[in-house]
């Protein structure tokens, strides 16, 4: 599966961003797809997932009730709306996709990757 983020750029804190992945190739085999973030010096850090078929969501507790995760199946694409932005939240956002795992929350469990987009929050 090949993914293509895109959506990040500069916002003052309390702004809101809305990222996109889209997929292309063998888009019927994923089972999970997800954002991560890595802050300069920092190891890469779930942000949200969403299972492609029924759709249940997963978050990581620093962005719960801010982020939001969803899906448009015939489109291909992942969607990340960040609203309430911190200063906190900057960094490359990357999605992700499994082909194996359906509740995927670590970075081993997805096997592709998108080029990640940089999101920077001012304070």
């Known amino acids: 599966v090949q993914l293509q983020a895109s959506g990040g750029g500069l916002v003052q804190a309390g702004g809101s961003l809305k990222l996109s992945c889209a997929a292309s190739?063998?888009?019927?085999?994923?089972?999970?797809m997800g954002w991560f973030r890595q802050a300069p010096g920092k190891d890469r850090d779930f942000v949200a997932a969403?299972?492609?078929?029924?759709?249940?969501?997963y978050y990581a507790d620093s962005v719960k009730g801010r982020f939001t995760i969803s899906r448009d199946n015939a489109k291909n694409t992942m969607y990340l709306q960040m609203n309430s932005l911190k200063p906190e939240d900057t960094g490359v956002y990357y999605c992700?996709?499994?082909?194996?795992?359906?509740?995927?929350?670590?970075?081993?469990?997805?096997?592709?990757w998108g080029q990640g987009t940089q999101v920077t929050v001012s304070s």
């Open positions: 992700a996709a499994s082909g194996r795992v359906l509740v995927a929350t670590q970075s081993l469990d997805y096997d592709d």
């Open positions: 190739g063998r888009t019927f085999a994923i089972y999970t």
């Open positions: 969403i299972n492609w078929s029924g759709g249940r969501l």
